[in-house]
Nanobody, 125 residues
């Protein structure tokens, strides 16, 4: 059974930092593209960052301006998202996701078969 368990969300002030974790099991972790998405109230789910499986390269949404860093620990089957200089517009539920090959692009939520349950991040102004 495939499982993804996201954690680490919470309430933080503008300019603060948080590190999200996603513990996974049930699939060949390093063979899958691993991503973070977020969904703010009333908005569509958007791709935040991705680690590709074939070369380990990382990709980010342009809007992040270099504030977030995605990483993974293959020994622990865990994905991380380190978020710095947080802004109120970063407030959302953050989801981890995995797919062997996101055929319609890493930013497209429909490309992913496996999802975590989400962890809520609230940035106060």
């Amino acid at each position: 059974e495939v499982q993804l368990q996201a954690s680490g969300g919470g309430l933080v002030q503008t300019g603060g930092s948080l590190k999200l974790s996603c513990i996974t099991s049930g699939f060949a972790f390093a063979d899958y593209a691993r991503s973070w998405f977020r969904q703010a109230p009333g908005k569509e789910r958007e791709g935040v960052a991705c680690i590709k499986n074939y070369d380990g390269s990382s990709y980010y949404a342009d809007s992040l301006e270099g504030r977030f860093t995605i990483s993974s620990d293959n020994a622990k089957n865990t994905i991380y998202l380190e978020m710095t200089s947080l802004k109120p517009e970063d407030t959302a539920v953050y989801y981890c996701a995995a797919d062997w090959y996101p055929v319609t692009g890493w930013k497209n939520a429909d490309s992913y078969d496996y999802w975590g349950q989400g962890t809520k991040v609230t940035v106060s102004s």
